[in-house]
């Protein structure tokens, strides 16, 4: 016969940092059952776990960054079968009311999780959208450091002496960088100029660099995206980067989103009420994640360019009074209704496979 854990139930708290998270294991009742600062290594975990459960049943954590600092944590907690919730990082009135410490702000983990403030589900980060993530963060990266490289050597090359300026400055970029890749590497007796012509010749090799670089993960971003995302792909509109995106965005473990509504309130589309007296209205949504954002913004406006049926709407929504900008939210809106199916089902067949 089975037996049954009839310990009181404890909720455990835990502020997480690079190196030491802290710990705070509260009752059922909102009682400090104790505070603990561990190292954040296997056996740090497994010493946290075993001291909150020496106070009781331990079914529920709540920690701050569950996909960053409090990674590996979430990960060991989820295997020892404790449900890991997710913390925002509070406001600045909450926080301020308490003070700020470690202990503090684990304490407040724990009681929003006994509060039921506190329902996110993490990410699990152990899939096709984990893949993409990473290769997503190294070539957001590489995009900015080309384009920083560019933009400082066509700013040494304005400013250059005339006979440079004339050889070297040209309008487009892949000719420009290819004619100072090729700056002969001379005793140049004046300093200025043979400083000027190693800069540029480095800045423009660093741009070649990134260049093969940004090819080479986006070649493995789009091999991944297929396999990973064939439905979501094929839809008007939508390619290899913006379709990784939303996969990264919804998590390895979409059902978290409860529907689509909450997938897009996570993107920042969902309408706002700011509706005030005999006014009624919605304002932008400012909040989610913005790289999502900006991709469901890039597929919004390919498809009032060319697609027909998004062309109707438009000319629909106009003759109703709404600007561009309003009939632009609204159709981001739309996408998300659109992919939400699209993306569960993709990231379910990608976990069968795996």
Same mark, same amino acid.
């Given at each position: ?9 404890? %909720? $455990? ?5 690079? =190196? ?11 009682? %400090? ?16 776990? /075993? ?11 709540? /920690? ?20 890991? /919730? ?37 990410? *699990? ?22 384009? !920083?490289?560019?933009? !400082?050597?066509?700013?040494? $090359? ?5 006979? %440079? ?16 890749? %090729? ?44 396999? *990973? ?42 309408? $706002? ?33 060319? =697609? ?10 106009? *003759? ?28 379910? =067949? ?5």
């Amino acid at each position: 016969m089975e037996q049954v854990n009839t310990q009181a139930e404890v %909720i $455990l708290g835990v502020d997480t940092h690079l =190196d030491v998270h802290v710990g705070v294991v509260i009752d059922a009742v909102g009682r %400090i059952k104790g505070t603990l600062s561990i190292a954040t290594n296997p056996s740090g975990y497994e010493e946290l776990l /075993i001291w909150a459960q020496g106070f009781g049943r331990l079914d529920r954590a709540g /920690i701050e960054g569950t996909s960053s600092h409090g990674a590996g944590l979430t990960r060991f907690l989820e295997c020892k079968g404790v449900v890991v /919730i997710e913390i925002n990082r509070p406001n600045r009135s909450r926080r301020r009311s308490p003070g700020k410490s470690d202990p503090t702000d684990a304490e407040s983990a724990a009681r929003a999780v006994l509060a039921a403030d506190a329902t996110g589900v993490p990410k *699990a980060q152990s899939g096709m959208a984990e893949a993409l993530r990473t290769l997503s963060v190294a070539r957001r990266s590489a995009v900015k450091a080309k384009t !920083q490289a560019v933009n !400082q050597l066509r700013a040494l $090359l304005v400013s250059a002496p005339s006979s %440079i300026r004339g050889a070297l400055l040209k309008v487009n970029t892949a000719h420009c960088v290819a004619a100072c890749a %090729i700056l002969p590497e001379d005793d140049e007796r004046n300093l200025v100029l043979a400083s000027l012509k190693m800069t540029l010749r480095l800045l423009a090799r660093r741009w070649n660099a990134l260049h093969e670089e940004l090819h080479e993960l986006d070649k493995q971003l789009t091999r991944l995206t297929k396999l *990973a995302a064939p439905r979501i792909l094929g839809r008007f509109g939508v390619g290899p980067q913006t379709a990784a995106t939303l996969l990264i965005t919804a998590g390895d473990n979409p059902a978290r989103l409860r529907n689509e509504a909450a997938l897009a309130a996570l993107c920042g589309v969902s309408p $706002l009420e700011a509706s005030s007296g005999k006014t009624s209205r919605h304002r932008l949504n400012r909040g989610g994640q913005r790289q999502a954002n900006n991709a469901l913004w890039t597929i919004a406006m390919v498809r009032m360019r060319s =697609d027909a049926r998004t062309l109707k709407y438009v000319a629909r929504r106009t *003759a109703e009074g709404l600007s561009k900008k309003e009939i632009h939210r609204c159709l981001k809106r739309y996408i998300v209704r659109e992919s939400y199916p699209l993306i569960l089902a993709d990231l379910a =067949d990608s976990a069968r496979r795996a």
